[in-house]
């Protein structure tokens, strides 16, 4: 099986260019990364997708090379965001895999949107209810620190993440720590309107067929599985063995097989 070139785009939206990448043909699965990474997180999965459907990766608004809105987000804005990105590439209608805020974000995108979506994959998504709300208002700042001229918040960065990926894996921090970067002092904000974002009304309003998944060694999404499946109308579960919190990109050939099985069923 030949590679699929990456292609890496930017789409002019009226809001301002959001940043892709994409390869393949057919119909189009456009993958949603979790905060605060960018498409490069779906490095892997797209060359194995886009054998047999159009993948495409974009940076959530404020995030990678996408543009940086002025004021602050939300997961409802990250939704429109999405919508535009899809009306400038004339997509009418695509299936939508989501990684932890991606997820999130692809809830509303499929609750607010049901017309834009075909199928639904919500992979490592936490359920944010009334008391996850409660619980994230007293949680400390996940990738927040505080700049140094020395550069030591780098390390700080670093090591607050070493303990949800997988050991001897630098590349894997690697790559977060740069997609962590690029957003500056904004870093926190995809958690923060995690946070806010009221899930378990949007939730009970998706009519695309979906699949819940989620990786058995990831302590932010897998013990919200089973409950977030139970408010998906008709959703199938998969569990993902060894999966932890970078599951896209430390395991990308099993993901992305898992993602093909699911968009082949009717």
């Avoid at 996408?66 to 997509?91: K, N, Q």
């Avoid at 609750?111 to 490592?124: H, N, Q, T």
């Avoid at 505080?146 to 630098?170: A, I």
């Amino acid at each position: 099986m030949s590679v699929i070139a990456v292609r890496r785009r930017f789409a002019d939206t009226p809001k301002g260019q959001i940043h892709y990448a994409e390869c393949g043909n057919g119909k189009p699965v456009l993958f949603l990364h979790q905060t605060p990474r960018s498409w490069d997180e779906y490095r892997e999965v797209l060359p194995i997708v886009g054998q047999q459907y159009w993948a495409i990766a974009m940076d959530t608004v404020g995030f990678g090379d996408s543009y940086r809105p002025a004021f602050p987000a939300s997961i409802e804005s990250y939704a429109a965001g999405v919508i535009d990105f899809l009306d400038a590439m004339e997509i009418a209608r695509t299936s939508l895999v989501g990684h932890h805020t991606g997820g999130v974000i692809a809830v509303e995108v499929a609750a607010s949107y049901p017309d834009r979506v075909d199928k639904l994959i919500l992979s490592s998504t936490p359920y944010v209810d009334e008391k996850n709300r409660e619980h994230r208002k007293s949680r400390p700042p996940i990738d927040e620190v505080l700049g140094r001229h020395d550069g030591s918040h780098l390390t700080e960065l670093w090591q607050r993440r070493m303990p949800f990926y997988p050991v001897n894996r630098p590349d894997l921090l690697t790559r977060f720590v740069v997609d962590a970067l690029k957003t500056g002092d904004r870093v926190e904000e995809g958690h923060l309107a995690v946070g806010r974002y009221r899930m378990e009304e949007k939730a009970p309003l998706i009519q695309a067929p979906t699949l819940v998944m989620a990786g058995t060694d990831d302590p932010f999404s897998y013990p919200h599985l089973k409950a977030l499946a139970q408010v998906v109308i008709g959703a199938q579960l998969s569990e993902l063995s060894g999966g932890m919190v970078p599951m896209v990109d430390q395991m990308p050939e099993r993901f992305a097989e898992i993602v093909l099985n699911f968009l082949s069923t009717r």
